[in-house]
Every structure is written in structure tokens, then in C-alpha cells.
């Protein structure tokens, strides 16, 4: 788990990467500046843990979650309407699973990235679900710890992989 103060670094390097990603659909107006944000989709069929990750999205004011999917034909479905920056997706979900909508989504929106945060640890689901073109793997359990260095690595266009998968000996992948 993360100290405040990593944490607070990894939010800040985060604010400077995403201010330097821009996006027409992503700009945010305050009174003092125009900040650009990144569009979530969380797709997370288990209430209590898209809660967690809700709440470390809402603490970060760069990433802005636009729609929430328990469902994957509901997430293909939002995902076309939207067309969110980043999607937040469980492999393991009713209706369609998250490898099925990765492939999906990804021909509809081949802009948006895709992190899959899931407790399947399996080496052939992780390559399976990386070679389809997402940009991470997040086991559920180091959710705390890797979503926002997750997210910072995407940004920068490199892919994450949390430690401790077989076959990753890196957490981000140039």
C-alpha cells in the first residue's frame, strides 16, 4: 500500500501527464484554469469494490468518471455512446466478459484504453487480454496500491501489468 506522500506524488505526476494529454471532449472550465481531464468508463459488476475504485478516481480532479456499467453489453453500449479516454473493466461480468468487450470496444473505439482490473490471475488470461490491445492488468487486490500508477503509465502510453504476475517481471512496460 502506497504512504500519503507516494500517493500524493503519484497524483501529482498524474495532474502534469493528463495536462499534457489532450482531448477536445476533456477540458474542464473553473473559474482560474482550463484543466483537461480523462473520461472514465468503470465497468465492475461487484457494487462495493467499484465503490473503492469510484472513490480513488474522485480523489484524483484530472479524471472525470463518466458513467458506471455493471453489465458488459451495457459497457459496449456506453462505451460507443461516450467514448471515454480510459475504461476501468472486470473480466469476470454478466452478460458479456470483459475479454468479449475489450474486443468489442476496441472495434468501436480504437482511442480509448482499456485497463482491466480483475482477480483473475491466470498467465493465459493476462496475455489473452493484453494481446487485444489493453493497456493494463490490475489484480483487484493491489487495486489500492496500482490504479493510480496504472493510470500514469497508460497516460504516458506504456502498459502496466501489477507484480507478482507470472510471467511480468516489470510493473509498466515501455
Known sequence: ??????DEVHRKKLLRIVQKWY??????RSANS?????RVLLVEDFEPFRALIKSLINDVPSLQLVCEAADGLVAVEKAEELS?????MDIGL????????????RGLLGNSKIVFVTQESSPEVVQEALSLGSCGYILKSRARSD?????????RGNQYVSDGLAGYDSTELE
Open 1 to 6: 500500500m502506497l504512504s500519503v506522500a507516494e
Open 94 to 105: 454478466p452478460g458479456l466478459n470483459g475479454i468479449e468487450v475489450g474486443r468489442r470496444i
Open 84 to 88: 471515454p479516454d480510459l475504461i476501468l
Open 23 to 28: 482531448h477536445p471532449k476533456t477540458i474542464a
Open 34 to 38: 482550463i484543466l483537461p481531464r480523462v
Open 147 to 155: 490504479l493510480l500508477p496504472a493510470i500514469e503509465a497508460v497516460l
